[in-house]
């Protein structure tokens, strides 16, 4: 996360608690990561093209950043390409104002 080292500097209490609790009660916290353990695993590897109309956006505390040459290689259609100055890993819940600003520069190109 982008908080100066400390969650509760983004977040309230409420907020992480329901986020973590959404995981801990149905024990799904396990599956969740899994996902991601996978898809990495596959996306180092996997240099495929991907041919649909693709935006990223980067955020400085993100775990993985990805280049813009590394995403024009990647995506054919990159449309949307953006460094921004603050956010991480869960930048819709940290930053949600700015993560809302992104997808409707992005999709706001596909019309």
Known sequence: MDCDGHPENVLSRDELLDN???????????SSARICWESFAT??????PITIPTGVSIYPH???RAS???????????????????????????Q???????LRTCFGKVR
């Open 20 to 30: 973590v609790m959404r995981y801990w009660l149905p024990a799904s916290g396990a």
């Open 62 to 64: 993100e775990i993985f």
């Open 43 to 48: 996306l180092i590897g996997d240099r495929t």
């Open 96 to 102: 949600p104002d700015l993560f809302v600003s992104e």
């Open 68 to 94: 813009r040459r590394g995403c024009e290689e990647r995506y054919t259609q990159l449309i949307h390409y953006n460094t921004l100055d603050k956010g991480g890993h869960f930048a819709a819940f940290e």
